[in-house]
Nanobody, 127 residues
Framework: QVQLVESGGGLVQAGGSLRLSCTASGRTFSSYHIGWFRQAPGKEREFVAGVSRGGSRTAYTDSVKGRFVISRDNAKNTVYLQMNSLKPEDTAVYYC????????????????????WGQGTQVTVSS
C-alpha cells in the first residue's frame, strides 16, 4: 500500500512562486508514474502535470505550460511541482497521485488512471 503526502502549499501573491512536494512510502517509488491534479471550489478535479517513473517524460496541462515544472528525486521518494508566475486562477487544492498500472511510458490525464492519492495541499493565490 502506498501513502502519498503533499506539502508546500500556502498563500502567495499573484506572480509569486511555490514548490509543492509529494513524498511517498510503501512501494518502490521508481516503479510508478506520478501526477499532480488540482480542484478549485465548485469545479472538477483536473490534471496539472505528470512525470514518468524514471523522470524522463513530463506532461502539462496547457494553462500551466511555461510556468510549472514537475520533477522527481527517486532517491528521496519525492516528486516536486515548482509553480512560478502564479495566478489567482491557480487557487485550488493540489493532489498528487500514483499510477501503478502503466508498464510503459504513457502519462495519463484522467483521474481514473491513478490508483492512490494524497490528502491534498491548499494553494491560494491572491490578486
Amino acid at each position: 500500500q502506498v501513502q502519498l503526502v503533499e506539502s508546500g502549499g500556502g498563500l502567495v501573491q499573484a506572480g509569486g512562486s511555490l514548490r509543492l512536494s509529494c513524498t511517498a512510502s510503501g512501494r518502490t517509488f521508481s516503479s510508478y508514474h506520478i501526477g499532480w491534479f488540482r480542484q478549485a471550489p465548485g469545479k472538477e478535479r483536473e490534471f496539472v502535470a505528470g512525470v514518468s517513473r524514471g523522470g524522463s517524460r513530463t506532461a502539462y496541462t496547457d494553462s500551466v505550460k511555461g510556468r510549472f515544472v514537475i520533477s522527481r528525486d527517486n532517491a528521496k521518494n519525492t516528486v516536486y511541482l515548482q509553480m512560478n508566475s502564479l495566478k489567482p486562477e491557480d487557487t485550488a487544492v493540489y493532489y498528487c497521485a500514483a499510477d501503478f498500472r502503466d508498464v510503459g511510458f504513457t502519462l495519463k490525464y484522467t483521474m481514473g488512471a491513478y490508483d492512490a492519492w494524497g490528502q491534498g495541499t491548499q494553494v491560494t493565490v491572491s490578486s
